[in-house]
């Protein structure tokens, strides 16, 4: 049995139920039917008027859950409807393709937190990051870690101020500067156990821009948050001493950019027409 009503733009409901009872508590819940038969039930060949069809042929996907409902099919043996010849396929098809690649681009685009098993790595479900970002558009997160561009001056002298403090890091931390002691320390990995080799600071140069490069996003994330609004932008809090640094680092790299502006641009140093890298100097 199929429900006749017709919501306000004129579409038919598509409501369709297998018993008598489950077809009359449709009608009475959602468009207000009162049942005019009274007790005694229906005299033997009256028709009644109701507001369903009978004789609907119909089936379902899932017993339970979102496929449940049923939708009606052409009985066995029969000829579906055939449109009319001002009916345009091709255009119903490609309106319809457009709409599946415009759903999945939009799930796409979406983070959504995966199912517990089959998270791929449990450091992303330990730390919350999913339920951290699952708000927001996975293409607008990613132009945030995005590499420095042109028009982004400041991000450009702050991430090449931190290639200048890795450098300088891997020239003091050497035995001759503070001693092999603090560089056994420096590589514990856990408290209660001995460590077997000192921290080496010249590793592979393939393996310090790896490592260089995830503190250089969390960088780019946190001061390009900053120019976004506050509804939109992401959720992370600071503690107050942490604002109070990043505003200061700020105004510094903002003042350096508007001096050197006026010095004649942020163009190539002495440092660099020697043939400096930035990430490390051999």
Known sequence: MKCQFQDSQGRPYRFIAC??????QHCREE???SNPQKKGGQRKGEVRDVPWRSGVHCQHFFVRGPGAQYFEVHPAGSSPARPSGDVDLEAIKHKLSQAMQQANEEQR???TEPEESREPNPWLRRVGWVEHSEAF????LRALV???KGNEPELEVLCKAFNWLIQ????HCVRQVVGLEALFEANRKEVDKEVQMPFDSW????TIMRYTEVCR????YIFRSKGIEPEKRPGFELTERQQMAIDDVWTNVEEFVWWKEEQGGLGSGPEEEEGESDVEIE
């Open 168 to 171: 300088d890091a891997q020239y």
């Open 203 to 206: 590793m592979d140069i393939t």
């Open 31 to 33: 468009h207000g039917w």
């Open 19 to 24: 018993q008598v009872p489950n077809i009359q």
């Open 217 to 220: 996003q969390l960088m780019c």
């Open 146 to 148: 995005a590499p420095v």
């Open 137 to 140: 558009d996975r293409e607008e």
């Open 109 to 111: 685009r979406q983070i």
